[in-house]
């Protein structure tokens, strides 16, 4: 009786993952290039290599600015 319980939560919470995945792949599908641009989020054009270079571009930059930021200053001196 155990066992059976064990593997219909265990059936149950693998059913509830797929739903909540298959509900965000959904999302993002319907999600349009304009609707990502004016959600902050970049859609590489072009052949692969091109996005690949506008990815790494990507990450160059966004570490050059945190890198720009000043570090806060601690209290406890």
């Given at each position: 009786?155990?066992?059976?319980?064990s593997i219909l939560s265990?059936?149950?919470v693998v059913l509830m993952v797929g739903l909540l995945a298959k509900?965000?792949?959904g999302a993002l599908s319907?999600?349009?290039?304009?609707?990502?641009?004016?959600a902050?989020?970049?859609?590489p054009t072009g052949s692969p290599q091109q996005q690949s270079q506008q990815?790494?571009?990507?990450v160059k930059k966004t570490v050059e600015?945190?890198?720009q930021q000043a570090?806060?200053?601690?209290?406890?001196?």
């Amino acid at each position: 009786m155990r066992i059976f319980f064990s593997i219909l939560s265990l059936l149950l919470v693998v059913l509830m993952v797929g739903l909540l995945a298959k509900k965000q792949l959904g999302a993002l599908s319907t999600l349009g290039p304009a609707q990502a641009a004016s959600a902050g989020v970049s859609v590489p054009t072009g052949s692969p290599q091109q996005q690949s270079q506008q990815l790494q571009n990507q990450v160059k930059k966004t570490v050059e600015d945190a890198l720009q930021q000043a570090r806060p200053e601690s209290e406890e001196k």
